[in-house]
């Protein structure tokens, strides 16, 4: 089964720490762009952050710059997010992405992963205190 697995969200105080994880089940994520999406309750989905195929090119939510972190690792299929210094407003479920389209406008795509060929289930994250 072609999927997405995410794990790691959880109960956090502010100013914790969390680090997601998305693992690609029955393909691997070499040929497609990756991305950290949320949707906070009440909300439209919004994306976090979006990496290119290579990890040559990330791009983040300007709210969250120096916050979160994407990262990936080919060799294990999987892709990560740290998040630190969380806050309040930060809880949500978030849900990863993968998108194969060559060439992909990365900026454009982490709006709101549309015409992504993946989804994750979603993990939730809570932050209060």
């Known amino acids: 089964q072609l999927q997405l697995v995410e794990s790691g969200g959880g109960l956090v105080q502010p100013g914790g720490s969390l680090r997601l994880s998305c693992a690609a089940s029955g393909f691997t994520l070499d040929d497609y762009a990756i991305g950290w999406f949320r949707r906070a309750p009440g909300k439209e989905r919004e994306g976090v952050s979006c990496m290119s195929r290579r990890g040559g090119r990330t791009v983040y939510a300007d709210s969250l710059k120096g916050r979160f972190t994407i990262s990936r690792d080919n060799a294990k299929s999987t892709i990560y997010l740290q998040m630190n210094s969380l806050k309040p407003e930060d809880t949500a479920v978030y849900y990863c992405?993968?998108?194969?389209?060559?060439?992909?406008?990365?900026?454009?795509?982490?709006?709101?992963?549309?015409?992504?060929?993946?989804w994750g289930q979603g993990t939730q994250v809570t932050v209060t205190a």
């Open positions: 992405a993968a998108a194969k389209k060559s060439p992909i406008v990365l900026g454009t795509w982490c709006t709101i992963g549309e015409n992504s060929d993946y």
